[in-house]
């Protein structure tokens, strides 16, 4: 395989999303297969303990590298074996056809603005119903104004309670976080003061106020504010709570999430309650879905375009 193809391929797997845009992946190329390596460096010990959504994170940038491959004229094959690392077998095929998700992967972003309150046109969420899952995932679609929408804006509420009330969460958070564009420029992930509308002012006159504004009330009022401005929520579970079914899920995620941008959908994700055993648990059995894993929440709905997380640089992730 030629090296360009190979960078090619790792600059659009790269644009997956991460929790806190942590970008935890990390590549080498043996011969005509890829791997991909979880980058434990870049955990997120208090909310993600396990790695649940370290992998996740991985199984999107796998999709993604996929797709791109697909645009070369490669068909690829996926493995992963027991320490979780993905090997992706590519082989030159004349037969390969470009998917058309292509397209989505550059201009895809997590937008966690407030919607403009439209309500997605059935025949649109049908569309994105039909998305072929990978093994063992499924998805879950609530409209605005049902009675299991309401239920879920509830835990999403409990959800943050709990976890503004977490010092050790409180402070991983603020770790993740870059206040202004030189210090986001300086590490290249994170999440950026852009993202979150704020102005570009010195660190120390933004670091105290985007401190402060993280709180137990003002993540509710903006949280509840947005989910009353989305379309619908849209719970993704697993029947297998393994590595590979965490990878497998964000696969299929990827592939809803750049088919919903195909479709001029915003997306963000509110997966508080899934990050707190109790409330998952309790949240699994109010919504009927007791044998399953919920591991990702979305809203989606229709919004302005926001500005673009930042990426590392390539060689940053290459072994």
């Given at each position: 395989?030629?090296?360009?193809?190979?960078?090619?391929?790792?600059e659009?797997?790269?644009?997956?999303?991460?929790g806190?845009?942590?970008?935890p992946w990390?590549?080498?190329?043996?011969?005509?297969?890829?791997?991909?390596?979880?980058?434990f460096?870049?955990?997120?010990p208090?909310?993600?303990?396990?790695?649940?959504?370290?992998?996740?994170?991985l199984?999107?940038?796998?999709?993604?590298f996929?797709?791109a491959?697909?645009?070369?004229?490669?068909a690829?094959n996926?493995?992963i074996?027991?320490?979780?690392?993905?090997?992706i077998?590519?082989?030159?095929?004349?037969s390969?056809?470009?998917d058309?998700l292509?397209a989505?992967?550059?201009?895809?972003q997590?937008?966690?603005?407030?919607?403009?309150?439209?309500?997605?046109?059935?025949?649109?969420?049908?569309?994105?119903?039909?998305?072929?899952?990978e093994?063992?995932v499924?998805?879950?679609?609530?409209k605005?104004?049902?009675m299991e929408?309401?239920?879920?804006?509830?835990?999403?509420?409990?959800?943050?309670?709990?976890?503004?009330?977490?010092?050790?969460?409180?402070?991983e958070?603020?770790?993740?976080?870059?206040?202004?564009?030189?210090?986001?420029?300086?590490?290249?992930d994170?999440?950026?003061?852009?993202?979150?509308?704020?102005?570009?002012?010195?660190?120390?006159?933004?670091?105290?106020?985007?401190?402060?504004?993280?709180?137990?009330?003002?993540?509710?009022?903006?949280?509840m504010?947005?989910?009353?401005?989305?379309?619908?929520?849209?719970?993704?579970?697993?029947q297998?709570?393994?590595?590979e079914?965490?990878?497998?899920?964000?696969?299929?995620?990827?592939?809803?999430l750049?088919?919903?941008t195909?479709?001029?959908?915003?997306?963000?994700?509110?997966?508080?309650p899934n990050?707190i055993?109790?409330?998952?648990?309790?949240?699994?059995?109010?919504?009927?879905?007791?044998d399953?894993?919920?591991l990702?929440?979305l809203?989606?709905?229709?919004?302005?375009?926001?500005?673009y997380s930042?990426?590392?640089?390539?060689?940053e992730?290459?072994?």
């Amino acid at each position: 395989m030629r090296n360009s193809d190979f960078r090619f391929m790792i600059e659009q797997a790269i644009k997956a999303p991460s929790g806190h845009n942590t970008q935890p992946w990390l590549f080498r190329e043996n011969e005509n297969r890829i791997e991909i390596y979880p980058n434990f460096t870049k955990a997120l010990p208090v909310v993600d303990p396990d790695n649940r959504e370290l992998f996740i994170s991985l199984g999107c940038a796998t999709e993604n590298f996929c797709i791109a491959a697909s645009e070369k004229g490669y068909a690829s094959n996926v493995s992963i074996n027991d320490q979780g690392v993905i090997a992706i077998k590519l082989i030159k095929s004349a037969s390969s056809l470009p998917d058309p998700l292509f397209a989505q992967i550059a201009i895809r972003q997590t937008n966690r603005n407030v919607y403009n309150g439209r309500i997605i046109p059935e025949d649109t969420i049908n569309i994105l119903k039909e998305i072929t899952p990978e093994a063992g995932v499924s998805q879950h679609v609530y409209k605005n104004g049902t009675m299991e929408y309401t239920t879920i804006s509830d835990y999403v509420r409990r959800g943050n309670t709990l976890q503004m009330q977490d010092k050790a969460f409180i402070a991983e958070l603020h770790s993740w976080m870059r206040y202004n564009k030189k210090h986001q420029d300086k590490y290249n992930d994170g999440l950026s003061y852009a993202v979150f509308g704020a102005p570009n002012l010195p660190l120390f006159i933004v670091k105290p106020i985007m401190k402060q504004a993280v709180n137990e009330k003002s993540q509710n009022k903006g949280d509840m504010k947005k989910i009353q401005s989305s379309s619908h929520f849209v719970l993704f579970t697993t029947q297998n709570n393994t590595e590979e079914g965490w990878i497998n899920l964000g696969r299929t995620l990827e592939r809803f999430l750049l088919q919903s941008t195909g479709l001029g959908i915003a997306h963000a994700h509110l997966n508080q309650p899934n990050e707190i055993r109790e409330l998952s648990v309790e949240m699994t059995e109010t919504l009927g879905l007791s044998d399953e894993n919920p591991l990702i929440l979305l809203r989606i709905g229709y919004g302005e375009r926001v500005p673009y997380s930042k990426r590392k640089n390539i060689e940053e992730v290459i072994l």
